[in-house]
């Protein structure tokens, strides 16, 4: 199945930001039903529909297709960078 990674990704984005498939669906201007044959028949979803589920869950068309580029929400990604810097701060405390 060659699109299966793309709804692999979007099934546990949504789970992760707690939506449903109907929701993200529904987002895109599709019905579950629709989604779903998309997903039965191994097709992608049109470029603008796939656009509206990535900003639905926060990423980006390129992760969705390719598993490729950022999965994080910008604000979440800004907050994982000051995290990493925290920490990092944190060990050269200890360590002085």
Do not use: H, W
Not at 1 to 9: D, I, L, Q, S, T
Not at 43 to 62: F, H, I, Q, S
Not at 71 to 94: C, F, H, M, T, W
């Amino acid at each position: 199945m060659k699109c299966a990674g793309f709804y692999n990704r979007v099934k546990s984005l949504a789970k992760m930001n707690g939506k449903t498939l109907e929701f993200v669906a529904g987002e895109a201007g599709l019905t579950l039903a629709s989604y779903n044959s998309y997903r039965r028949y191994d097709n992608l979803p049109r470029a603008d529909e796939a656009l509206a589920m990535a900003r639905t869950l926060g990423t980006t068309v390129e992760f969705l297709v390719a598993g490729d580029g950022p999965n994080l929400r910008p604000a979440e990604k800004a907050l994982s960078d000051i995290q990493a810097v925290l920490d990092g701060y944190g060990k050269s405390r200890g360590k002085t």
